[in-house]
């Protein structure tokens, strides 16, 4: 099974940061940042059957949260705590009702309502930090079905303008 992953984040730097430090703090430094999913983002869950394929989308993710961001130079990485999006397992949509209701209860709809998705820890594989755009390896732990496993996905971003950002990625589960 495929999840891919496309948000579009508008981060809002605390008070005392700019736009600047968003992306890499100083070394050691811990900034508190606010993010927003555009209601553009979207989350898909694709894969096969014994009779066919199958691709189901939600666009339903907990909208906004605080994250910390800790920066290790050293190491050209972040660390994030509190970086989670949830994501409803009934808001799916696969365009067909049999589907829905078995994808429903693969994901544990009826004990676990969310598929959790948190961010660990990113790094970027191309250009840095103070580009405009570039490609990153981010650790996640995706819990469904109280299952938890981390898992690496690529991510490829772009700077849209200011302090909104996008993000695409995916990753076998």
């Known amino acids: 099974m495929l999840v891919f992953l496309a948000l579009a984040v508008t981060l809002f730097p605390g008070a005392e940061n700019n736009v600047n430090t968003i992306l890499m703090p100083a070394d050691g430094e811990r900034n508190m940042i606010t993010y927003t999913l555009n209601n553009t983002s979207w989350l898909a869950i694709s894969g096969t059957t014994n009779i066919n394929s199958f691709e189901c989308l939600s666009s339903n993710a907990v909208p906004n949260n605080n994250i910390i961001v800790t920066a290790s130079h050293e190491k050209e990485k972040l660390s994030f705590s509190n970086a989670l999006i949830l994501v409803e397992v009934g808001s799916f949509d696969c365009k067909n009702p049999l589907i829905n209701r078995d994808m429903y209860k693969a994901l544990g709809g009826t004990n676990d309502?969310?598929?959790?998705?948190?961010?660990?820890?990113?790094?970027?594989?191309?250009?840095?930090?103070?580009?405009?755009?570039?490609?990153?390896?981010?650790?996640?732990?995706?819990?469904?079905?109280?299952?938890?496993?981390?898992?690496?996905?690529?991510?490829?971003?772009?700077?849209?303008?200011?302090?909104?950002?996008?993000f695409i990625g995916r990753a076998d589960i």
Do not use: C
């Not at 998705?117 to 755009?133: A, F, M, R």
């Not at 981390?150 to 200011?162: F, L, R, T, V």
């Open 113 to 166: 309502s969310f598929i959790e998705i948190k961010l660990l820890e990113v790094k970027p594989t191309s250009g840095n930090w103070y580009t405009h755009d570039g490609n990153l390896t981010a650790s996640l732990e995706i819990s469904i079905n109280g299952i938890s496993r981390i898992k690496e996905m690529k991510i490829d971003w772009q700077n849209a303008g200011g302090i909104e950002y996008h």
